[in-house]
């Protein structure tokens, strides 16, 4: 009984979370007269596959999709290179303040972004990088919450492992490059993943530091599609599924890491 109750919760979180993206494929499969239908249909009678072709026409998406690959791609590349470097100096050496620092840098966790956007958009127009790759992806090139993960990773890596590389004459940077990383594959899987997903998806920042359509990304660009006094469901679902796609294969590429226990990874 008990595991039959398991696998019917299961099934039930399943299907609650899989009918909203069926039902957002379905939209963008039917014609505008279907999705401003009084009753909702759910399995359009003709597909309209145009509808994905259409959204290039109606708007620069294919720009969207590049502004979106690149700055969601910078920005994780940024973060796979600079948190764990810097949450290896916090887990494995000793400096003055490096606790307050730590503390510090967790701190900044708590202020909303709201608070940072204003200062943000004044060093960014003062800067000229307002409407810019470099605008869109500076402000993000490093994360306390990704710092804190590899650190949490890092720490659990015996010191006697890293001594014993430094006594075979290795460099600060080879131990890194050749110890701490082979050890964090899973963190930087995780990272990478939760990164790139929260940064292909951000909406606020990209909208308020861009000031044409050439330079928007996906989530911003759908907007275009929400006219004064009615939307275009069929071309937003359409656009949304084509920002669901990369996300989701990016998980299957990375869900394996997360079984991963660190104490048990790499060492021999």
């Known amino acids: ?149 590899m650190r949490q990773f890092i720490q659990p890596i015996p010191d006697d492992l890293i001594n014993a590389a430094r006594i075979d004459g290795a460099s600060e940077l080879r131990i890194y490059r050749s110890v701490i990383l082979p050890q964090t594959r899973p963190a930087l899987a995780v990272l990478g993943l939760f990164t790139f997903v929260f940064q292909w998806n951000e909406f606020l920042w990209p909208l308020v530091a861009t000031t044409t359509p050439e330079m928007r990304t996906i989530p911003v660009g759908l907007t275009l599609f929400n006219q004064e006094y009615f939307t275009l469901w069929h071309l937003t679902a359409a656009g949304s599924v084509i920002l669901f796609v990369p996300t989701a294969v990016l998980f299957l590429f990375t869900q394996r890491y997360f079984v991963r226990g660190i104490a048990l990874t790499g060492l021999r």
Not at 10 to 17: E, M, N
Not at 118 to 138: C, D, E, K, R
């Open 1 to 149: 009984m008990r595991k039959a109750l398991l696998y019917t919760l299961l099934v039930l979180a399943s299907v609650i979370t899989i009918v909203p993206l069926l039902y957002m494929l379905s939209l963008s499969l039917q014609t505008e007269a279907e999705t401003l239908s009084a009753d909702a249909v759910l399995v359009p009678d003709s597909p309209q596959w145009g509808n994905y072709a259409e959204l290039f026409t109606r708007a620069p998406f294919g720009n969207f999709i590049v502004n979106s690959l690149v700055v969601a791609g910078a920005i994780t590349l940024a973060h796979l290179v600079f948190d764990p470097l810097v949450g290896y100096v916090f887990a494995k050496f000793r400096f003055p303040l490096r606790n307050t620092l730590f503390v510090a840098l967790l701190a900044t966790l708590m202020v909303p972004f709201f608070v940072r956007m204003i200062p943000l958009y004044v060093l960014m127009a003062n800067m000229g990088w307002l409407n810019t790759y470099q605008g869109l992806i500076t402000p993000f090139l490093m994360d306390a919450f990704g710092i804190f993960l």
